[in-house]
């Protein structure tokens, strides 16, 4: 008997325990209301390789609430927007999706308030991504461009006149 009450008990303590649906990871990045996802550098998890730079990861987790397609765009920071000097391809990853871009100056963004002369805000179209369901996901950006905090805060840095900045994920309006 005292099984069975036990048994009971237990069953109806796990029922009545649910996990909060709404809970996501700590630093996990919230979709804004107009549906952008802007994903800075200061924010992100770096991983760097200072012997194979091309392989420094930056890495986010973000909250979709209106899932569709999404416009990809790198943000940089640059003294010279018609050569932002990235060395190799940059990769961002999201789901099985993978784009791979040679960043090129699509757009200068002035009067930026992430910039102060002598530099520019200059943004690179990456491609587009869909993404079906609402739900929290892992993004990564995979560039020489990606440095520790340390060394994106360091005023005598090896950035040259390049920084990457931010990706932004955009909202696609029909």
């Given at each position: 008997?005292?099984?069975?009450?036990?048994?009971?008990?237990?069953?109806?303590?796990?029922?009545?325990?649910?996990?909060?649906?709404?809970?996501?990871?700590?630093n996990?990045?919230?979709?804004?209301?107009?549906?952008?996802?802007?994903l800075?550098?200061?924010n992100?998890?770096?991983?760097?390789?200072?012997?194979?730079?091309?392989?420094?990861t930056?890495?986010?987790?973000?909250?979709?609430?209106?899932?569709?397609?999404?416009?990809?765009?790198?943000?940089?920071?640059?003294?010279?927007?018609?050569?932002?000097?990235?060395a190799?391809?940059?990769?961002?990853?999201?789901?099985?999706?993978?784009?791979?871009?040679?960043?090129?100056?699509?757009?200068?963004?002035?009067?930026?308030?992430?910039?102060?002369f002598?530099y520019?805000?200059?943004?690179?179209?990456v491609g587009?991504?869909?993404?079906?369901?609402?739900?929290?996901?892992?993004?990564?950006?995979?560039?020489?461009?990606?440095?520790?905090?340390k060394?994106?805060?360091?005023?005598?840095?090896c950035?040259?006149?390049?920084?990457l900045m931010?990706?932004?994920?955009?909202?696609?309006?029909?």
């Amino acid at each position: 008997m005292f099984t069975i009450i036990s048994l009971v008990l237990l069953l109806v303590w796990a029922c009545g325990k649910k996990s909060d649906p709404n809970s996501v990871s700590e630093n996990a990045v919230i979709q804004d209301a107009d549906g952008t996802l802007a994903l800075s550098m200061e924010n992100a998890t770096c991983y760097s390789d200072i012997v194979n730079p091309s392989s420094n990861t930056a890495e986010w987790n973000i909250v979709v609430s209106k899932p569709g397609h999404f416009r990809v765009w790198l943000s940089s920071a640059t003294k010279d927007t018609t050569d932002l000097s990235y060395a190799n391809s940059v990769k961002i990853s999201l789901l099985d999706k993978l784009l791979e871009v040679n960043p090129e100056c699509d757009k200068v963004v002035l009067n930026s308030d992430k910039v102060s002369f002598p530099y520019f805000r200059a943004d690179s179209y990456v491609g587009s991504l869909y993404i079906s369901e609402p739900g929290e996901y892992s993004i990564q950006v995979i560039s020489e461009k990606v440095l520790s905090k340390k060394a994106m805060n360091s005023s005598t840095s090896c950035l040259g006149d390049t920084k990457l900045m931010s990706v932004i994920l955009a909202p696609m309006t029909r």
